[in-house]
């Protein structure tokens, strides 16, 4: 499955084995996080909504647009929803290629793509309250 959209942990292996193939050259992951601080408030945990068919439709747009727009083999790309606890894993995309630099252009691209195209929203409790994430600004939840 190269698109998914979960409450599960990610299995790395498992997503690494659905790209590999003899002609790729390298992987390019990019891995996602709960942090322990943003805008200088401690964070305790990120709570991801989604709007799951209309987030798997827009994601496999992008996986397909990523393989049109960049000569690279493959790429997957997962996200994940629920309440999740700082250090545990939210976003995972891997570009495969021939070559590192396709694969990582490939990759910024989708996780820019994704923050801004797919119907996942963000709330951050933090010592403070509850926030709204949207971009680089915070909104609180009443």
Not at 15 to 24: G, Q
Not at 75 to 100: F, P
Not at 110 to 125: C, G, L, N, Y
């Amino acid at each position: 499955m190269k698109v998914k959209i979960t409450k599960e942990p990610f299995d790395l292996n498992e997503a690494l084995s659905y790209l590999l193939v003899p002609e790729a050259g390298g992987y390019v992951f990019f891995l996602g996080k709960v942090r322990n601080e943003n805008h200088g408030r401690k964070v305790r945990k990120l709570i991801y909504e989604a709007y799951e068919e209309m987030a798997i439709e827009e994601m496999e747009r992008i996986r397909g647009e990523a393989l049109e727009k960049f000569p690279i083999l493959d790429i997957l790309i997962w996200h994940r929803y629920g309440e999740l606890n700082v250090g545990e894993d939210t976003i995972l995309i891997i570009a495969s290629g021939k070559h590192r630099k396709e694969a990582f252009e490939a990759c910024m691209w989708a996780i820019d793509e994704v923050k801004r195209r797919v119907p996942v929203w963000k709330r951050e409790v933090t010592d403070e309250g509850i926030f709204w994430i949207e971009g680089d600004k915070l909104i609180p939840d009443e």
